[in-house]
């Protein structure tokens, strides 16, 4: 646990689910992202949502480097303020363990159950499917480096709890181990302005733009590679 003033990064845990959840619902309502896959937002259905990101939340403790920031003098010390989910890195010459390929299948597994008994939620499946071509020709395009990089594959901060150092806390809980380790990190954002003048100043330096194209109605998003730094 690494405090900045009076917040304290931990890993994620079972009970902080549901607060991760909120943090994460209330951050992206109005994202860009978010609003182009659910543009029919009357088919929204954000308890749905919010099972398929418990669900990620779950495979993200058990797989992924996955924290969330509090205030421990708050009248509300329990109450997330920020997450974080870093997918660890792979080398390109590893294969998938079978630990790996069981925990994708339970996920598959998992989503598929959501969706037949909540249904789609409105999400829109082709353009869901148009953004995953995107993101893995980016990935394909960007990522050489054979020792992997950590992909920050989402970051969240409270609009109450911005301006308390959380977010560059939250990366340093990661970009910290990458440097030590001499590895690259990798991000998407769906905003320009602001988020990639802050992931700048966390060291991150704009790549590619990805453009999610559905019939001229688009969707862009900023991939960003942060190189390994030597400590001051």
Not at 64 to 80: N, P, R, T
Not at 128 to 134: G, L, P
Not at 143 to 153: L, M, R, S, V
Not at 165 to 192: H, M, N, P, W
Request: hydrophobic share 35%; net charge neutral.
């Amino acid at each position: 646990m690494m405090p900045t003033s009076t917040i304290s990064i931990s890993p994620l845990r079972e009970e902080d689910i549901p607060g991760a959840v909120d943090a994460i619902q209330e951050a992206f309502a109005e994202d860009p992202y978010n609003l182009w896959v659910y543009n029919d937002r009357s088919k929204l259905n954000l308890n749905r949502n919010r099972v398929s990101l418990g669900i990620r939340c779950r495979w993200g403790i058990r797989n992924a480097l996955f924290y969330v920031a509090k205030d421990l003098v708050s009248d509300e010390k329990d109450k997330v303020l920020g997450i974080a989910m870093w997918i660890p890195p792979r080398q390109t010459k590893l294969k998938k363990t079978w630990g790996e390929w069981l925990e994708g299948w339970k996920l598959w597994c998992q989503q598929v159950g959501m969706n037949v008994w909540y249904g789609r939620g409105g999400l829109n499946v082709k353009r869901y499917y148009i953004w995953k071509q995107r993101q893995a020709e980016a990935q394909s395009e960007i990522w050489t480096d054979p020792k992997g990089y950590y992909f920050c594959n989402v970051i969240v901060v409270l609009p109450e709890a911005q301006g308390k150092g959380i977010g560059r806390a939250l990366f340093r809980e990661v970009t910290q181990k990458a440097d030590a380790e001499g590895r690259r990190c990798y991000l998407e954002s769906s905003r320009d302005e602001p988020n990639t003048k802050i992931y700048e100043a966390m060291g991150f330096h704009f790549v590619k733009q990805m453009d999610c194209d559905d019939g001229g109605d688009v969707c862009q998003l900023y991939c960003m590679v942060r190189e390994p730094q030597s400590p001051l």
